[in-house]
Structure formats: C-alpha cells, structure tokens
C-alpha cells in the first residue's frame, strides 16, 4: 500500500478553493478573538489595550480586521495590513527576547504573518463576500 498518486499531483484538488475560505475563516476568528480580549474584555485578559498604544492599535486592527477577515471583506489589503502588524509585532515585542520564536513566544505572530502573506495573494476563496461581490458583477448585463 503505497501513497495514491493524486496526492503527489502538483495540480490542486477540487476542494482546495474552499479549504482556503475555511482557513480564512478559522484564522480570523482567532485572530478576532485578539482584539475581543483586549477591546470587549472577552474572553478576558488580565491587561486591556490602551486605545493609543501600539497594543490598543494592534487591538483595533485585530478586531476589526478578524472581522472582515471571518467575512472574506477587502481580504487582500486586509490580510496585507494584518501580515504587516504580524511583523511589526514579532520584530517589537518578540524578537528582542530572543532568536529563537518558540523561546521569544513570537512563533503565532510568524505564523499568523506568513498565513496572511498567502491569504493577500491567494484571495478570500469561494465562501466569502469577495465572491459573492464578484459574482454579482460579472452576472450584470453590460451596458454598451
């Protein structure tokens, strides 16, 4: 019993346009969950972000960017502007700490950057408002 080859093709599958969506989604709630915590309170944290402080800007674009990432809105400059708080974050408060992400306790802002950085290339993916969006302009007649 060997691997089958369909899982060695290069060529992706049928499903993985709404993994992506289903990654989005997940990410965003994670990453939403930030900003609930230092914004509502919920789930609550020992500390809140003061609303100008870098803690309370990175809290807003949590919050609001979960948000519109959860629903696939803007995806691609969202998931930019998110990448780049993700590595303002690490390379500020966790990288001074140490090298090393596991010892520094970087390793979920590198992970939350890169998957943002492939989320602003890759797109919002099927079950998103961005589609939906997209869908409904491409089904307009055209007026010419």
């Known amino acids: 019993m060997g691997i089958p080859v369909h899982m060695l093709s290069p060529s992706p599958s049928s499903f993985s346009s709404y993994v992506l969506s289903l990654v989005r989604i997940v990410v965003g ?4 969950e930030h900003g609930t915590a230092k914004y509502l309170g919920f789930p609550s944290l020992p500390r809140s972000a003061e609303a100008l402080s870098m803690s309370g800007v990175g809290g807003l674009l949590e919050l609001i960017g979960g948000a ?3 629903l696939g809105l803007f995806t691609r400059p969202v998931a930019f502007l998110l990448c780049g708080e ?6 500020y408060a ?3 700490r140490n090298f090393f992400p596991l010892i ?4 979920a802002a590198v992970l939350y950057c890169f998957v943002f950085l ?3 290339f890759a797109g919002a993916g099927p079950w998103s408002v961005d589609a939906l969006i997209a869908r409904s302009r491409s089904q307009k007649p055209s007026m010419a």
């Open 68 to 70: 519109l990432m959860v």
């Open 118 to 120: 492939y989320v602003m």
């Open 104 to 107: 520094n306790g970087g390793d």
């Open 94 to 96: 966790h990288f001074p």
């Open 86 to 91: 993700m590595a303002v974050a690490y390379f």
């Open 29 to 32: 709630l994670l990453f939403l």
